[in-house]
């Protein structure tokens, strides 16, 4: 598996506190089949997390891939971010302050729970013309999206990509999360299943709990492609698989 969604980089966000975590993280990881996992520490959050593609960012990856690796823990960490939607986020794509999964173009996205549906279109459509290419972050969890699924259909059209949550499937997030996240499978509207993880304790990367879960009802080819084709092809900046998507007035 590619887990595309983590906070795994050491005290610089609301993830990993210490190295140690980092590594507990990464076990965890590789011991649920994980092969590559992204490091995507929020950023842009105005005086909460200011965090850029910047030396910080790069210090703690390099703290923590070095540390992977002296542990002998197999498997590749990537660099990304979690990229907090701002009025300027255009301004700071063009100043080069971000990084796309693993040095693409696929730029793994966030909003404010709460956000405004138009706000959330205005600023995906500004992204895709500013050369990048809207990757949202646990898509299940806005309110806008709970409200109106159908918003999902539509980013598909304008050629963005969703990301779940593999904690959502198993009720870590609330029931309307849980609700949407398996209505947008239903659907076929999830590009990849990542974990967000945060903790080696809590929203672990333990990615094959929500697999085995989700096998029990779903082909496992499915799966497979939402859990390592897809994030894989993102994380090499090629096209992922798109899915037959079912419209919301034909029942599944």
């Known amino acids: ?19 140690y975590d980092t ?26 997390y ?19 690796e002296n542990e002998g823990i197999p498997i590749t960490l990537l660099p990304g971010m979690e990229v907090f939607a701002t009025d300027d986020l255009p301004e700071v794509i063009a100043a080069k302050k971000l990084v796309g999964l693993n040095n693409t173009q696929n730029l793994l996205m966030e909003f404010d729970f709460g956000e405004d549906p138009v706000f959330a279109e205005n600023i995906l459509r500004e992204v895709k013309n500013s050369g990048m290419t809207p990757v949202i972050a646990h898509a299940e969890r ?19 990509f969703v990301q779940v ?33 945060h903790s080696p304790v809590h929203r672990t990367p333990y990615m094959s709990d929500a697999y085995r879960y989700l096998a029990q009802e779903y082909p496992e080819d499915y799966l497979n492609d939402l859990f390592t084709t897809n994030p894989t092809l993102l994380c090499t900046g090629k096209a992922p698989i798109q899915f037959q998507k079912i ?3 034909e029942k599944v």
């Open 165 to 197: 949550n593999k904690g959502s499937f198993l009720g870590k997030f609330g029931r309307n999360a849980e609700k949407t996240a398996f209505l947008l499978l239903n659907h076929n509207l999830i590009t990849a299943v990542a974990s967000d993880s």
């Open 50 to 68: 200011d965090n850029y593609f910047d030396e910080a960012y790069r210090k703690a990856f390099k703290l923590a891939k070095d540390a992977i």
């Open 142 to 160: 806005y309110m806008f999206v709970q409200e109106n699924p159908e918003t999902v259909l539509q980013w598909h059209g304008q050629g963005y």
């Open 23 to 48: 590594l507990d993280m990464a076990d965890l990881a590789f011991r649920s089949g994980t092969e590559q996992i992204v490091a995507t520490p929020h950023c842009n959050i105005p005086g909460v």
């Open 1 to 19: 598996m590619v887990d595309i969604h983590s906070h795994i980089l050491p005290g610089i966000d609301d993830g990993a506190v210490t190295v």
């Open 247 to 249: 419209p919301f007035d």
